[in-house]
């Protein structure tokens, strides 16, 4: 069974730090890996996808790297602004699509 | 282009009542998801449909949580009864057949059991 880690719970870091979210996964037998942004009260907004066969994706301030071999990934914040203020959350794809999530990390940016 | 919308947003009830909760997928998509998201913890899949049929529903407590999605668009999810345990915000999701690994949520209805 898929069991994703994300350490620690909750961040807090002046703006303008770059930062870096980790996340660990147990099975390395997926098909991707996802990152979440999720605002209080509010769903959850697809960041960035990476498949299995990909090292990162960059979007903009973010990126995500993947090293599917030791069961981590990573998402990088550059200049990080109180707008990004959220919880992040990874997620692992395995066999039908299934999304096996991470418990994610309250990200708190101060002016 | 409407997003995946969720009805109520927040309800209220005793323990040992009946809820429902409604989803509408965004158009066309073919793939509904309902899932579970307990305080600070990560989204659960509780079911999901391909069309009209449920393909998962492995991890769907069926001694008290029912789901359907008639005609295969809009979904209900329910709960008789209520209890404790299952407060929690439930999440809708869908995705279009052609790019499946790619799932839009809904905001979620949140529900209080008291």
């Known amino acids: 069974k898929q069991e994703v880690t994300q350490i620690p719970a909750a961040l807090s870091v002046p703006e303008g730090e770059n930062l870096v979210l980790n996340c660990s996964f147990t099975?390395?037998?997926?098909?991707?890996l996802q990152w979440f942004r999720q605002d209080p009260g509010k769903g959850l907004t697809s960041l960035l996808l990476?498949?299995?066969?990909?090292r990162e994706q960059t979007s903009g301030r973010l990126n995500a790297s993947l090293d599917k071999s030791s069961g981590r990934s990573t998402l990088y914040i550059a200049a990080s602004q109180p707008g990004d203020s959220a919880t992040y959350l990874c997620a692992a794809t395995g066999a039908n699509s299934k999304l096996t999530f991470g418990k994610g990390i309250t990200l708190s940016v101060r002016p | 282009e409407a997003g995946v919308v969720q009805s109520p947003r927040y309800k209220i009830i005793e323990k040992k009542q009946p809820v429902a909760f409604w989803c509408n997928p965004i158009?066309?998509?073919?793939?509904l998801y309902w899932y579970r998201q307990n305080l600070g913890q990560g989204p659960e899949l509780l079911i999901r449909?391909?069309?009209?049929?449920?393909?998962?529903d492995s991890q769907l407590p069926k001694d008290r949580f029912s789901a359907e999605r008639l005609k295969g668009v809009d979904s209900t999810l329910k709960i008789q009864p209520a209890e404790l345990g299952d407060s929690a915000v439930y999440l809708c999701?869908?995705?279009?057949?052609?790019?499946?690994?790619?799932?839009?949520f809904g905001p979620g209805t949140r529900l209080l059991v008291l």
């Open positions: 099975d390395s037998a997926i098909y991707n």
């Open positions: 158009s066309g998509h073919n793939t």
């Open positions: 999701a869908s995705s279009p057949w052609d790019s499946q690994e790619t799932q839009y």
């Open positions: 449909y391909e069309n009209e049929e449920a393909v998962d």
């Open positions: 990476i498949q299995s066969s990909q």
